[in-house]
């Protein structure tokens, strides 16, 4: 096959972050990106998927609750947001089709990246 024939892969969305990007790459070639609004889907995807792994960083790193200002131990804030993220990345992916496809180690895989 010559060069002229490949097809030339769709880049990510320039607003997607490194981590977005990067899990672009894994799943690309899982959906038919020559439809816009699958093209829109994973990009929403990888979006919640980096959200996710910042905020779930950030817990690791402060722990799931704390003391306020009152003296009482509360749940961490960005605890709603990592769930709301969770939601929003089991909808996709199952929108998509991809929720079986793509397994935790090829997920992991993107730590080398971040």
Not at 25 to 48: F, G, H, R, T, Y
Request: proline share 5%.
């Amino acid at each position: 096959m010559g060069l002229g024939n490949m097809k030339r892969k769709p880049k990510p969305p320039t607003w997607l972050d490194t981590t977005a990007k990067k899990y672009w790459q894994v799943l690309s070639p899982l959906v038919d990106l020559n439809n816009e609004s699958i093209k829109e889907q994973l990009a929403m995807l990888c979006d919640n998927w980096s959200v996710f792994r910042e905020v779930t960083a950030t817990l690791h790193k402060d722990g799931l609750s704390f003391i306020n200002d009152f003296g009482k131990i509360t749940t961490h804030p960005l605890l709603p947001t990592k769930w709301k993220a969770q939601f929003e990345i089991q909808k996709l992916s199952k929108s998509l089709g991809v929720s079986n496809d793509v397994s935790i180690d090829d997920a992991d895989e993107l730590d080398e990246f971040i």
